[in-house]
Structure formats: C-alpha cells, structure tokens
C-alpha cells in the first residue's frame, strides 16, 4: 500500500495563479484533511471531508477551496495565488473520526 | 494562540540518555495525539492517549496525560540518533460531525551520537 501520496512535491507560483494539489490515499479511508505548515508553528487545518462529496471548513480556510469527488481523492485548489499562501501542505486521512492521521509526504509551494 | 504548546522548544541530547517533552493544553479533548516529523517529511503517527487513560507504551515510548492539569508528556527511553526529529503533540476536539487535532508547534529533538 502506497497510504497518502501527494502530488506535486514542489511548486513555485507567481502572485495571481492558480494550482490544484492532489490528495490520493490507498487506505478506504472516509475521513481526509488539508493542513499547512509553516516555519516555528504546528500544522493548522486548512478544510476536511468526512465522505466523498462533502467538505468543510478548518482553521484557515480562506482562499482555498477543495473537492472530494473521489473517496479516495482530495484536491485542495488555490484560485488566486499569494505570498501569504507561500507553506508546505500536508494531506492526511483517518478511518474513523478521532483517530490517527495518516499523513503524506507534503507539497512544498512557493508563491513569489 | 496554540491549544497545544510543548515544552522544551528545543532539547539537545546525548545518545543512550532519556528525552522527555511535556505539552499543555487549554480545553476538554477527546484525545490527545503525539507525532514525530522527521527534517523535510511527513508527520508520523506514534501514540494516541484516550482522555480517560493515564499512561501508555508504545516500545520505547511513554505517553502520559493528566486532564486535571491539562498536560502531557512524552518520553522516549535509551535515545537513539535516528531519533532526532521533531515532536508534535495534538489535542482532538469534537468539530460537528468530525473531529479537530490541533497542533502545537513541536519540540526539536537532537541526539548526538
């Protein structure tokens, strides 16, 4: 089993593009989340999905949006790219609510 | 601010000795969650602690929590190099009809060999 994989692993934007990452996960999980990290600071969560075709709001939603066509997929999409939104993005799924995350390896964006 | 704050930021020790992180939280949880990154990687899942269990091992690894005080501590016994990492912990709040793990911003392990 692969678990959560990301794609892509790098991405240098400029100021005003938009960029799609995919989440992908093997493990038939219902529940996927979107967390950014950046430097000094704990993940903070982005949107999450408790099934395919619903999503949520997190902590720090604005200026993003997802969708969850797919059980297995989960795409987070920057419609207009800025500086601020410049993090490494970490995918995860659990298989119950409360449970561990399963994390992927991250997406490194740079928005200049 | 951080539900989740850990303390020490940063902990520098030697290989064979013990390393301890303690965390500290503000509200009810369900549970509470401890992670390892590793430089560059994705967060590892390493042990999970129920709000109404005290203590939990996982091989070299001891979780404990005391919801009186609102804290956690993790201790990693006989450290190894491949240990240096940093460490997270995560408290799990009910959030309508899923579950919220709120991080705290971790602390850097080093073990020098």
């Known amino acids: 089993n692969a678990g959560v994989t990301q794609t892509p692993k790098f991405r240098v934007l400029k100021t005003g593009q938009s960029m799609t990452l995919l989440c992908a996960q093997d493990m038939n999980h219902e529940y996927m989340y979107w967390y950014r990290q950046d430097p000094g600071m704990g993940l903070r969560l982005i949107h999450y999905s408790v099934g395919e075709g619903t999503t949520a709001k997190g902590e720090v939603p604005d200026g993003y949006n997802v969708s969850r066509l797919k059980k297995q997929n989960f795409l987070l999409g920057l419609e207009s790219a800025a500086p601020s939104q410049t993090s490494v993005y970490f995918c995860a799924s659990s298989g119950l609510a409360g449970a561990a995350r399963w994390f992927g390896p991250g997406t490194r964006l740079t928005v200049t | 601010s951080q539900q989740g704050e850990e303390d020490p930021q940063a902990l520098s020790i030697q290989e064979g000795e013990n390393a301890t992180m303690n965390c500290s939280y503000k509200t009810s949880i369900n549970n509470l969650q401890w992670y390892r990154q590793n430089s560059g990687r994705g967060l590892v899942h390493l042990i999970l602690?129920?709000?109404?269990?005290r203590e939990k091992h996982s091989g070299r690894l001891r979780v404990t929590l005391d919801t009186s005080k609102k804290s956690s501590s993790l201790l990693i016994t006989a450290s190894r190099a491949a240990d240096t990492a940093s460490y997270f912990c995560a408290t799990d709040l009910r959030m309508d009809s899923s579950y919220k793990l709120i991080f705290g911003s971790g602390t850097r392990l080093l073990v020098r060999p």
């Open positions: 602690i129920r709000s109404n269990e």
